[in-house]
């Protein structure tokens, strides 16, 4: 199995929160079932960058044998506004609310919420993120039995069926009732013109 394979087919639900509609994974519980699923993970927690206009943003990669995936993501209050190194205020139609400044609280917490999001790039959780309910496991396809085909006989049981069912459709394109019939019966070129001509 690959790595997203073995990640992916991993049922979170048991581990996870949900605050403001938005589902929370616990980061070390996450870590844990990486390790035990891919020992030779390791991750780097980025620099945390800071622009005036939209505040901090935070940055992780993960290296699973030997795949580098990189994540970021915004420190946000709870009604997901971005913090900034000072509190404001920005208008909503029930009036104003304020962002209070970003603590360290709140980067390492979005660090370690990044390093999640990272681990779901990699299969961990990631129906989560596309709004499933549960983890996509994959079946094994079943092999394709070919349906055996009757031999269509003259004078037969199924012949005399044929000969009825053609009766009653007098008139029809020949080459869709040939069709149709042959999806049920192996009909030879002999039966296919004495069909067409019962149907003229």
């Not at 938005?22 to 035990?36: D, G, P």
């Not at 496991?137 to 092999?143: L, N, S």
């Amino acid at each position: 199995m690959t790595t997203f394979e073995k990640l992916s087919a991993i049922n979170v639900n048991d581990h996870i929160e949900k605050k403001n509609n938005l589902t929370y994974l616990s980061w070390a519980w996450a870590w844990a079932e990486v390790k035990k699923a891919c020992p030779d993970a390791t991750y780097k927690i980025g620099e945390t960058t800071y622009d005036e206009v939209l505040g901090f943003m935070c940055h992780s990669s993960v290296i699973i044998e030997g795949e580098t995936l990189d994540m970021w993501l915004p420190v946000m209050d709870g009604a997901n506004q971005s913090m900034k190194k000072y509190s404001y205020e920005y208008a909503t139609r029930y009036g104003n609310k304020v962002v209070a400044a970003a603590t360290t609280f709140d980067i390492n917490k979005t660090m370690m919420r990044c390093l999640v999001k990272n681990l779901a790039m990699f299969g961990l959780g990631l129906y989560i993120y596309a709004g499933e309910d549960l983890p996509e496991v994959t079946e094994t396809p079943q092999p394709i039995v070919p349906i055996e085909l009757k031999e269509l006989k003259k004078g037969d049981e199924n012949w005399i069926k044929v000969v009825k069912y053609v009766t009653e459709n007098k008139g029809a394109d020949s080459s869709v009732i040939i069709q149709q019939l042959s999806r049920k019966y192996k009909v030879s070129t002999a039966l296919k013109k004495e069909i067409t001509s019962l149907l003229s």
